[in-house]
């Protein structure tokens, strides 16, 4: 279990970084990345280490605990809460929609700019291999391919 909690904040985007908090926590849990019992840092710490207001990341987590992905036990800290393979799956669909509802928007956003279609898609292509080459990326979705328990 010696599984890291990995969230990257982008700034000066459009997403809100609670949002962008919360997205990549809620995936690390669907995909059994972050497995049941896992312990994650303190509202103070991950604030501390993202750089951001601790409110921001209370809020998120609060979010986590109301969807039942995390447990916040008082005085004894946030973990991964047990959960029902198919509460995980719904889980997994609506970041799939999401993600499916954000990429349209994109896409619009391209071809109003007046992108080509063989420009978005060589963008898209080129996006696809600075992440992957992004070795600490590349290495919390590795773990995210295990199964689901």
């Not at 809620?26 to 312990?39: D, Y």
């Amino acid at each position: 279990m010696g599984r890291n909690l990995f969230v990257r904040i982008q700034r000066g985007t459009s997403i809100p970084i609670s949002r962008q908090i919360d997205a990549q926590i809620r995936a690390q849990i669907v995909a059994g990345a972050l497995p049941v019992g896992h312990q994650l840092p303190s509202v103070r710490q991950l604030a501390r280490e993202l750089a951001v207001n601790v409110n921001t990341v209370f809020r998120v987590y609060g979010r986590l605990s109301s969807d039942g992905l995390i447990e916040l036990r008082h005085g004894d800290g946030t973990y991964v809460s047990q959960r029902r393979k198919s509460a995980v799956t719904s889980q997994l669909a609506k970041r799939r929609l999401e993600f499916s509802q954000d990429l349209d928007a994109l896409v619009r956003r391209a071809l109003m700019l007046g992108i080509s279609v063989a420009e978005l898609t060589e963008w898209l292509n080129k996006s696809v291999q600075r992440v992957q080459q992004d070795d600490s990326f590349a290495e919390a979705i590795s773990s995210t391919k295990e199964p689901l328990s």
